[in-house]
């Protein structure tokens, strides 16, 4: 089944125009593993392009795929895979979740209690024995990544996941690359899975055109091109020939192969194809069908072929004849509203449709002539347009649904209490909260949601404007500042929230194009416009007029200003993108634009910043790899501003997709991912080190913890890293407590790029203070790991109350903290 991501971008490009390592899970306590495995609850991903940026957790993700294997749907949720239950198809319940993987999930494939992923450029390999503990075993990842500048991170992956294929002992992965689809590169890559745990790339096809999907049957593979099918021999894996084309199937993002036939769900010309392969080497097309929109999925059963329709929901079709017999939508008037369906998997008389990328509908379809939805899985937070976090509660807005409201203070994750939706919601951007209201940015409206309840928020007022077009909001006392695409700033007086009203509007001087979101502070408000930085005085809200305004030698994109942790001054960060004679990078101003420091960053170039105590993350973007947005790679790199005279790179991390509008509080950066839902980082001072077979040491200064490997912990040299984690990240350890030393230890071998555990027990020690030991009681304290279930004691063990240390010497990698006894016996007072 072939991944729908690259082809929705296209569809939200119309409209408009990740891997992150995840050393946490935000499942609420559903994904467990023994002392064996690395993480709490989570597996170690691939290879993590990051320092020092720690995912905190991660909700929501765009639904892409969805398949079927007895009572468990399998979907692919932006960089998740997260399993229903469908036992009761009436009432479809999420029972498990994979780790967040480091990009966007592209196909799925179960077989044999497996579950073969496709994501980014590598495939993962997961237990499913145990359906809602999805265990991962192993990886294979494809391609080589390309080097770039010294300085600067490297940019992987290079090539995308799109479809996945098992034949036998043998996996089949199409993957693309490219600036755009339709120009892009694409590959087939066979991988031997005889041995789970050891797969081994064994052959490679590579085309100049995107590879999209693969069906497999026989001694060939079918691959769908930007432009023709391609037939390909594989009765030598590890040399692969094409033998063979049909140029009527433009662009197949769907094939399923069904007796002599195959069937392909087209993106270009007519949606699907339908391909006599009877003699491979000459496959040609028998029939197509034409549905509303552009094809993008495609199932088969004995008698019926079922097809998805970006602009007409499921189609039922005869398979003797191509012709329609029924059909799952809102409307059969040309005119009327139809359903965006993606994605379709069909058992017996149920179908399994992904809609719009955020629901999966389960589809009655015991009457193929008169489908009907009998229940839905509604994806949380599927695609993130903007975001405002007010203490323990951040306000998503949702391109499609609305707003969300999330409860921050679950160490399991962020949790969904509160949905405003409306039919007419269309594409929500933006949102500002001010006191119990919520301002949310709809396409043309303002709206404004009562949130005194979080539970059930409100509409209780709204602006429409048909010329709107409103990307970004910010609310200072009675008035909201809109910025509008391609028209500039709207002022609204909202002292009556049930009654906004539009008061103003500024063009920057006739050119009212790329204006960053305005950030006001007392009677000025900031804003970038062509790259050039604006001071507003709004003194008068109804008479907005320029103040200065600054060219700066890149091209200024958006700006954040914070007060400093130290000086307690403000000041302006400037997200700078390079332009052909400058440097880009982060610029650091006084409020009145007098710079005082800057840190150059020439590629990728900066476009977004958010700013918390001494931190600055910028969110910068370069061409190539994953991305929806013509092949834009985002990064998060993180800034040390605690001198803004002579700020420097603390950090950074690779992310799986485009970015929004990403806010930071509390030292925390949230980050709306346009596929991957919602993302939360933190600064994390990890160590690492390279330990060589012989043996050697490993010091973490943050929290004085010292590791010791002998000679033979690991066969070759193996880097290992220790992050410390905040108390909010661990479980709840009950009984005891915790002395703030908490921290997760992982190893990954240099050579494979695998996670590994050691092969013998190796010593750690742990400097505490007594400030640190609190209420513990001292001589109790013990180093303990989290099993998944349950915090345990470390048999090996000791404390050392004179010199303030403990030591252990366990055997396995996992989540560790130093834990104790408190006073919990208390005698009763007696009185006389």
């Not at 971008?9 to 935000?26: F, K």
């Not at 369906?341 to 058992?347: E, G, N, P, R, T």
């Not at 919520?438 to 509409?459: H, K, M, Q, S, W």
């Not at 834009?632 to 690779?654: K, Q």
Request: charged share 15%.
């Amino acid at each position: 089944m072939s991944t729908r991501k690259l082809f929705n971008g296209l569809v939200i490009l119309a409209l408009l125009l990740a891997g992150s390592l995840a050393l946490m899970s935000s499942a609420s306590g559903i994904l467990a593993q023994g002392p064996g495995s690395a993480g709490m609850g989570n597996p170690v991903a691939a290879q993590q392009q990051a320092e020092n940026i720690k995912l905190v957790s991660q909700i929501g993700g765009r639904l892409s795929e969805v398949v079927i294997d007895g009572n468990f749907a399998y979907l692919a949720q932006g960089p998740r895979v997260v399993v229903l239950d469908i036992s009761d198809s009436s009432h479809p319940t999420v029972v498990g979740q994979s780790e967040v993987l480091r990009d966007n999930v592209g196909a799925i494939v179960i077989k044999n209690d497996k579950a073969y992923v496709g994501a980014g450029n590598a495939v993962y390999i997961f237990n499913i024995v145990v359906r809602t503990l999805p265990l991962r075993v192993f990886l294979v990842q494809i391609g080589v990544s390309e080097a770039i500048a010294l300085d600067q991170p490297p940019i992987l992956p290079t090539y995308d996941a799109t479809d996945l294929a098992i034949n036998g002992d043998h996996a089949f992965l199409t993957l693309w690359r490219g600036s755009n689809w339709w120009t892009g590169k694409g590959a087939l890559y066979v991988i031997d899975i005889s041995d789970p745990t050891l797969p081994t790339q064994l052959g490679a096809w590579i085309n100049p055109n995107s590879a999209m999907a693969v069906a497999v049957a026989g001694n060939y593979a079918y691959v769908g091109l930007a432009g023709t099918l391609a037939v390909i021999d594989i009765s030598d894996p590890a040399w692969l020939q094409e033998v063979g084309h049909c140029d009527a199937v433009n662009s197949a993002v769907d094939l399923v192969i069904a007796g002599n036939h195959l069937y392909a769900a087209s993106f270009g010309g007519a949606g699907l194809h339908i391909v006599n392969i009877s003699d491979p080497a000459n496959p040609h097309q028998v029939n197509s069908y034409d549905p509303r929109g552009y094809a993008y999925g495609v199932a088969v059963d004995s008698s019926y072929v079922y097809v998805t329709a970006t602009d007409g929901g499921l189609r039922i079709l005869n398979i003797s004849n191509a012709s329609e017999v029924g059909y799952y939508d809102l409307s059969d008037s040309p005119d009327g509203d139809h359903l965006e369906a993606w994605d379709v998997a069909v058992v017996g008389d149920r179908a399994y449709v992904v809609i719009e990328g955020n629901s999966l509908h389960v589809v009655d379809i015991s009457n193929r002539t008169i489908p009907r939805r009998i229940a839905a899985y509604d994806a949380p937070v599927a695609a993130p347009t903007g975001i405002d976090v007010v203490g323990d509660y951040a306000y998503v807005t949702d391109n499609k649904r609305g707003l969300y409201i999330l409860y921050l203070g679950n160490p399991s994750g962020p949790q969904v209490i509160g949905v405003w939706e409306d039919d007419t919601v269309d594409w929500a951007t933006d949102v500002d909260v001010a006191g119990h209201h919520a301002y949310v940015l709809e396409g043309f409206d303002l709206r404004v949601i009562d949130i005194t309840n979080p539970v059930t928020p409100i509409e209780v007022g709204r602006y429409q404007d048909p010329s709107g077009g409103y990307d970004h909001i910010t609310v200072a006392g009675d008035y909201a500042y809109v910025i509008a695409y391609m028209a500039g700033l709207a002022i609204f007086d909202i002292s009556d929230p049930t009654n906004p009203t539009k008061i103003a509007t500024y063009d920057f001087n006739g050119r009212p194009f790329q204006v960053s979101p305005a950030i006001v502070r007392g009677t000025r408000l900031y804003a970038t416009c062509l790259g050039v930085l604006h001071i507003l005085d709004i003194s008068n809200p109804a008479h907005p007029t320029e103040l200065t305004s600054k060219e700066i030698p890149g091209h200024a994109w958006q700006l954040a200003i914070a007060s400093h942790p130290t000086t307690g001054s403000d000041y302006v960060y400037v997200a700078e993108a390079p332009r052909e004679t400058s440097f880009g990078g982060l610029r650091i101003m006084l409020p009145d634009l007098t710079e005082v420091g800057y840190f150059p960053i020439d590629y990728p170039e900066p476009i977004q910043v958010a700013v918390t105590g001494r931190d600055a993350y910028v969110v910068e973007k370069a061409e190539g790899g994953d991305s929806m947005i013509y092949g834009w790679r985002y990064f998060l790199r993180l800034v040390d501003i605690g001198d803004v005279h002579n700020p420097y790179e603390a950090g950074f991390i690779d992310l799986p997709g485009a970015v929004s509008n990403l806010t930071a509080t509390d030292n925390r950066v949230y980050v709306p991912m346009w596929e991957d839902g919602l993302m939360i980082f933190r600064r994390a001072a990890s160590a690492s080190a390279a330990i060589p077979g012989s043996g050697g040491q490993l010091v973490s200064n943050a929290d004085s913890t010292r590791y010791r490997f002998s000679a033979g912990t690991f066969a070759r040299t193996t880097t290992v890293t220790h992050t410390p984690l905040v108390p909010q990240e661990i479980p709840s350890t009950g009984d005891v407590r915790g002395i703030q030393h908490a921290y997760q230890v992982s190893a990954m071998d240099d050579t494979t790029g695998q996670p590994v555990q050691p092969s013998q027990p190796y010593t750690v020690t742990i400097q505490y203070t007594d400030a640190e030991k609190g209420s513990a009681i001292e001589d109790t304290l013990a180093l303990y790991y989290w099993n998944g279930t349950q915090w345990v004691k470390e048999s090996t063990s000791q404390v050392d109350t004179a010199n303030n240390t403990v030591t252990a010497t366990p055997d396995h990698f996992s989540v560790w903290a130093v834990l104790g006894e408190t006073n919990s016996i208390y005698l009763p007072l007696v009185m006389r």
